[in-house]
């Protein structure tokens, strides 16, 4: 009697403790989240509803896991659920989130939750090891080409820009050599352009500004294409030949020309006087030839002056002269 009384209150105390008011359900799914083990939280709403009580294998790729769930605390849901393997903390913890479905029928105990097949969907993998997962395969599968493609494209296009760079380099050597200038007084000299860019910029809006305006080009574009046919087949062509001409033959006087060019330049010491004395004589000299009515006559008045030769003192010939 001892013996059976006591097996008694060992099963009572086991059922109290197994808590037999609790929900059970089996889920059957093709694979869980990353961290879904055995006492894994169960939630809905954020709320603990239960735990993950045990976790099997169900033949090839499926798994069963048993829930033990509270049935108080879900109010709404049916086994049209889906569940959410997700983070519960920071520290990366996984646990089940419960999401309420439409349709099906109350959560019963011992009922069977399928989500293998079309319904895999059901359960979602949102944890830290399936999100690293997926970081790992975009990086390997597009950022890294994609990055590979930008760089190799980068070095290839900055081999175009070697001889600018060289260039650049060159002239700063250059510059750095024979500089006579603080680089203060460069700078200000260089920053005087820009007072000429605010006129500059002005008239290239007044041009484009009349060009839009043009009779020519709104009534007349018949004229105005042969107009630029003609500049551009004959003017252009022409100008280059005069001038390809002109370099074939007179090309070889440029060199004597400079030194003549250099003299002249140096003869004129002064060059402001020497401007305002040619500016002098030149103007003596229109006043000195004004307009008539046969075109431009030299204003002159002479006076004769002569010095008498006594012819008798000299031989005949030189009288003769004399005279």
């Not at 509270?70 to 849901?77: A, N, T």
């Not at 983070?87 to 439409?102: A, H, K, M, V, Y």
Request: charged share 20%.
């Amino acid at each position: 009697a001892a013996v059976v009384a006591t097996a008694l209150a060992a099963g009572v105390c086991t059922q109290a403790l197994r808590g037999d008011d609790a929900l059970r359900v089996q889920v059957v799914a093709e694979q869980l989240g990353d961290g879904i083990v055995t006492g894994s939280d169960v939630r809905l709403d954020g709320v603990l509803v239960g735990s993950v009580e045990s976790i099997e294998g169900a033949g090839s790729g499926r798994v069963r896991m048993m829930l033990a769930l509270d049935e108080s605390r879900l109010p709404g849901v049916t086994d049209s659920l889906s569940l959410l393997a997700a983070p519960g903390n920071l520290f990366g913890i996984s646990e089940l989130d419960l999401q309420r479905g439409t349709g099906g029928a109350p959560l019963r105990s011992g009922a069977v939750i399928e989500l293998t097949g079309a319904a895999a969907q059901r359960l979602s993998d949102a944890t830290t090891g399936a999100l690293l997962r997926q970081l790992g395969r975009s990086v390997n599968q597009v950022l890294t080409p994609e990055l590979a493609e930008v760089l190799r494209q980068v070095s290839t296009d900055s081999k175009a820009f070697t001889p600018l760079f060289e260039a650049l380099v060159t002239t700063a050597r250059t510059l750095a050599d024979t500089q006579r200038y603080a680089p203060s007084y460069l700078i200000g000299q260089y920053a005087s352009l820009l007072l000429g860019l605010p006129p500059f910029l002005t008239g290239t809006i007044e041009l484009l500004d009349n060009l839009d305006r043009m009779e020519a080009l709104r009534t007349d574009r018949v004229r105005f294409d042969k107009t630029v046919a003609a500049i551009a087949d004959d003017l252009l062509p022409g100008a280059t030949n005069t001038l390809t001409t002109a370099r074939d033959y007179l090309g070889d006087y440029a060199g004597p020309l400079t030194p003549l060019l250099l003299a002249l330049g140096g003869a004129v010491s002064t060059p402001f006087r020497s401007s305002a004395e040619l500016h002098e004589l030149l103007t003596r000299l229109r006043a000195a030839m004004p307009d008539g009515p046969d075109g431009p006559a030299v204003n002159l008045r002479v006076t004769l002056s002569g010095i008498p030769v006594l012819s008798a003192a000299l031989p005949g010939p030189a009288a003769e002269a004399g005279r």
